[in-house]
């Protein structure tokens, strides 16, 4: 069964951190890299974190030293610490492989704002 499920979002005050979980399929996780992406209305998707499956991690600049990406190998699990949320972090997270595949969870909702 092909599965993404995103938890953690929520509502946040600027400056406060929020931790996102994404259970994925073995078929989607297993032997990929797993991505973070972001998307707000009016605006395309875009992916903000990325993990290899050595660990090795990168980062878009408008995120970089705030969110880390992490995955659990044995859970099929990836994560994202965000820290120092800005406002114009608002938005709704889904995770992916990388490149994606064509199945997308139903992503979690992450708003910040005082």
């Known amino acids: 069964q092909v599965q993404l499920v995103e938890s953690g979002g929520g509502l946040v005050q600027p400056g406060g951190s929020l931790r996102l979980s994404c259970a994925a399929s073995?078929?989607?996780?297993?032997?990929?890299?797993m991505g973070w992406y972001r998307q707000t209305p009016g605006k395309q998707r875009e992916l903000v974190a990325r993990?290899?499956?050595?660990?090795?991690?990168n980062y878009a600049d408008s995120v970089k030293g705030r969110f880390t990406i992490s995955r659990d190998n044995a859970k099929n699990t990836v994560y994202l610490q965000m820290s120092s949320l800005k406002p114009e972090d608002t938005a709704v997270y889904y995770c992916?492989?990388?490149?994606?595949?064509?199945?997308w969870g139903q992503g979690t909702q992450v708003t910040v704002s005082s």
């Open positions: 073995r078929s989607i996780f297993s032997g990929r890299a």
């Open positions: 992916n492989g990388v490149p994606w595949g064509l199945y």
């Open positions: 993990i290899m499956t050595t660990g090795s991690t």
